[in-house]
Each structure stands twice: as structure tokens, then as C-alpha cells.
Nanobody, 125 residues
Framework: VQLQASGGGLVQPGGSLRLSCAASGFSFDVYAMTWFRQAPGKEREFVAFLKWSGGSTNYADSVKGRFTISRDNAKNTVYLQMNSLKPEDTAVYYC???????????????????WGQGTQVTVSS
């Protein structure tokens, strides 16, 4: 099982980035895919959740309306489209996956079995 995150970089405030998380090695129908982020000196925090089967989504209040999580079934890939980026969005972004995760538990890092390696997003002028 492997999650490969990519797409981070340096962007100016108000700009956009799209992160990708390519997954392999498990059956996606029973899994949830989630993005977390961790800024220096802070705890890892929930960003966005997607239930692979059915496609339901959920977002942290801080990114709602600016970020969109989506999937490409053919590529076994989850995306995080980030628009109107702010300096406070600066963090290492991680994708995570696990089975049997329902929305009420989706924001807890401990329920996730698999993690990507993280990709740095820096929002600065």
C-alpha cells in the first residue's frame, strides 16, 4: 500500500495550487481519503475528507469555499484544489487513507492506516 503526495510549492497570496495523492495497493471502494496539514510548531489538522464510495465530502471551516477535494477513479488519485490561498495555509500537506471511516471520526489522525510523505505548501509574497 502506498500513497504518493505531490503538487506543493511556493505561491503568492490569492494564488492557487492543486495537490495530488496517488494511491495503490488497496481496494478503494471501502476507503476514505483525507488531507491533513501541519504547520511548524502546530499539531496536524484536518483539511478535507472524501468517502471513495459515494463521493461525500467534508471540509474544515478554515478552507470551506476555497478548497475542493475530488477524485479520479481511473487514476486512483485524489486531488486538493486550493484557491484564494492565504499565508496561514502554509504547511506540509499529507494525504491519508483508511477503511471503515465515517464522517464523525474523519478528523482524527489516529483512525488512518496509511499516510503519504507530505508535500510543502508555502504561501508568501
Amino acid at each position: 500500500v502506498q500513497l504518493q503526495a505531490s503538487g506543493g510549492g511556493l505561491v503568492q497570496p490569492g494564488g492557487s495550487l492543486r495537490l495530488s495523492c496517488a494511491a495503490s495497493g488497496f481496494s478503494f471502494d471501502v476507503y476514505a481519503m483525507t488531507w491533513f496539514r501541519q504547520a511548524p510548531g502546530k499539531e496536524r489538522e484536518f483539511v478535507a475528507f472524501l468517502k471513495w464510495s459515494g463521493g461525500s465530502t467534508n471540509y474544515a471551516d478554515s478552507v470551506k469555499g476555497r478548497f475542493t477535494i475530488s477524485r479520479d477513479n481511473a487514476k486512483n488519485t485524489v486531488y486538493l484544489q486550493m484557491n484564494s490561498l492565504k499565508p496561514e495555509d502554509t504547511a506540509v500537506y499529507y494525504c491519508a487513507s483508511g477503511s471503515g471511516i465515517i464522517l464523525s471520526m474523519a478528523r482524527q489522525t489516529r483512525v488512518y492506516t496509511y499516510w503519504g510523505q507530505g508535500t510543502q505548501v508555502t504561501v508568501s509574497s
